[in-house]
């Protein structure tokens, strides 16, 4: 657990309560469940369905995990293929489902709240400024990133200076009004995959010249596509000779999927991106503050809140962030600002006094951890898998050391009831294949019996 003082949490909890007082004082219409509901959203027992899904409202029934099914997901297929091959948070969706009650993370928005494009000379000036703080105080507290003694907000269409944080006003994109040139910048996106596009775009762009995007393998497969989405002004590279001045390189630090912190293959490269969502303590060690020129984050990898597709990054060139985010408002208009004030909520209460969610997190993992490491160790010789990556990460990079000719790493495990991702070479390095660990604790007794069998524990 972080500490966090008495006086941070006390100057946090007002600050929220002050700022939502417009909306949170009023009479909301609660949602309201159908009559016909055999449960409550608020009752954490029956909304588990049978300990094997989750009550939606919505659909006033329940969503089994996987294997699970019946109307309260009681019937288990011990014969069914497991799917582990998306990044979703799902130890994080276990912890919040036990922590329903916290009122940080209930929140309520009506049909009528802010109805019409938020665009940030619109977006109220509360709002931008209480989740620049809320972002500035959570890496503040963890220590994973250097946030100074403040961040701007860059807004490409005006804006204004915020109770407790600076807005950048920036009536055009190539001159930014830079209120404090030393004050790290932050843009936010509707996810780190808009982030991410948005900065190779605009980097590319400024530069007024084709850019060769790179990164060390194994790496995430997208990035290859968002550099060549438009080729004019950047294409992919896998090679080591280029000219570091036409480089714009993507560290994924901890690397996805093998959790190692890999150092630039371009030290000197004109732009270094430093792909952070799996930087935080319980998905990795954090053993060092970074300082980097661009640093991006976002809640999938942070608290598993993929859906509601919100990420950050944290930029030292004010020209640059003001750009990218002038290039984000093309692209997506304005964040949604329900995902604001969800956000909002989450992020607060993760590093509050009464949280244990890294803890948890951490814990979950590393126990899963010990028991994965033990079939690598106690499998059949000659060994047939080496597992290939950083131990209480997300992922696990499985090394397959004796497939017969044609067969991908892919099928072996598909042919023992496991979906990995990547398993054909997708990642730049063949033979191997990501399987996540970050699953329902329901989900991961499966996986351990469909392991012990493949490798004939």
């Known amino acids: 657990m972080v500490a966090i003082p008495l006086l941070f949490v006390v100057v946090t909890t007002v600050a929220v309560a002050v700022a939502m007082s417009a909306v949170a004082t009023r009479s909301f219409p609660s949602f309201s469940i159908p009559s016909s509901s055999s449960c409550s959203p608020q009752d954490p027992q029956t909304a588990r369905c049978s300990e094997h899904g989750l009550f939606l409202f919505d659909v006033n029934?329940?969503?089994?995990?996987?294997?699970?099914?019946?109307?309260?997901?009681?019937?288990?297929?011990?014969?069914?293929?497991?799917?582990?091959?998306?990044?979703?948070?799902?130890?994080?969706?276990?912890?919040?489902?036990?922590?329903?009650d916290s009122p940080s993370l209930v929140v309520t928005v009506p049909a009528w709240y802010r109805m019409t494009y938020q665009r940030p000379m619109v977006m109220p000036t509360y709002l931008n400024s209480l989740i620049t703080k809320t972002i500035f105080d959570l890496?503040?507290?963890?220590?994973?990133?250097?946030?100074?003694?403040?961040?701007?907000l860059v807004l490409p269409n005006g804006g204004s200076e915020g109770a407790h944080h600076k807005v950048l006003q920036q009536p055009k994109l190539q001159q930014p009004k830079i209120q404090?040139?030393?004050?790290?910048?932050?843009?936010?996106?509707?996810?780190?995959?808009?982030?991410?596009?948005?900065?190779?775009?605009?980097?590319?762009?400024?530069?007024?010249?084709?850019?060769?995007?790179?990164?060390?393998a194994p790496c995430y497969p997208m990035f290859k596509y968002w550099a060549e989405e438009n080729p004019v002004w950047s294409v992919w590279s896998n090679r080591t000779d280029l000219d570091p001045s036409t480089v714009i390189e993507i560290v994924t630090y901890p690397n996805?999927?093998?959790?190692?912190?890999?150092?630039?293959?371009?030290?000197?490269?004109?732009?270094?991106?430093?792909?952070?969502?799996?930087?935080?303590?319980h998905l990795s060690v954090v053993d060092e503050?970074?300082?980097?020129?661009?640093?991006?984050?976002?809640?999938?990898?942070?608290?598993?809140?993929?859906?509601?597709?919100?990420?950050?990054?944290?930029?030292?060139d004010a020209n640059l962030a003001a750009a990218t985010t002038?290039?984000?408002?093309?692209?997506?208009?304005?964040?949604?600002?329900?995902?604001?004030?969800?956000?909002?909520?989450?992020?607060?209460?993760?590093?509050?006094?009464e949280s244990t969610f890294f803890e948890y997190s951490k814990s979950v993992l590393e126990e899963r951890w010990k028991e994965l490491q033990g079939f690598f160790e106690k499998q059949s010789k000659p060994q047939r898998f080496s597992l290939e990556s950083v131990p209480n990460t997300w992922f696990a990079w499985v090394n397959c050391l004796s497939l017969a000719?044609?067969?991908?790493?892919q099928q072996v495990f598909q042919?023992?009831?496991?979906?990995?991702?990547?398993?054909?070479?997708?990642?730049?390095?063949?033979?191997?294949?990501?399987?996540?660990?970050?699953l329902h604790a329901t989900a991961w007794p499966i996986l351990t019996q469909k392991l012990s069998i493949l490798f004939n524990v």
């Open 256 to 281: 996805n999927p093998d959790g190692e912190k890999h150092a630039p293959l371009y030290p000197d490269a004109k732009y270094i991106i430093y792909d952070m969502v799996y930087y935080w303590p």
């Open 415 to 438: 042919d023992a009831g496991i979906v990995g991702e990547f398993g054909n070479g997708e990642m730049g390095i063949e033979h191997h294949i990501r399987l996540s660990i970050n």
């Open 405 to 409: 000719k044609g067969e991908s790493c």
């Open 61 to 100: 029934e329940c969503e089994c995990f996987q294997c699970y099914s019946g109307s309260s997901c009681e019937k288990l297929d011990n014969n069914c293929t497991l799917d582990v091959s998306v990044a979703d948070g799902y130890i994080f969706e276990d912890y919040f489902v036990k922590n329903w």
């Open 180 to 216: 404090s040139p030393d004050t790290p910048s932050l843009m936010i996106g509707t996810g780190s995959t808009m982030v991410l596009r948005a900065l190779i775009a605009t980097m590319a762009q400024m530069q007024g010249k084709q850019m060769n995007v790179v990164a060390r």
């Open 326 to 353: 002038g290039f984000a408002q093309i692209e997506e208009i304005s964040n949604s600002v329900d995902s604001i004030h969800r956000q909002l909520g989450i992020l607060n209460y993760i590093h509050s006094n």
């Open 289 to 316: 503050m970074l300082d980097e020129d661009v640093m991006v984050f976002s809640s999938s990898k942070l608290t598993g809140h993929g859906a509601s597709r919100f990420g950050w990054a944290i930029v030292k």
């Open 139 to 152: 890496h503040k507290a963890v220590g994973n990133a250097n946030v100074g003694r403040g961040l701007q």
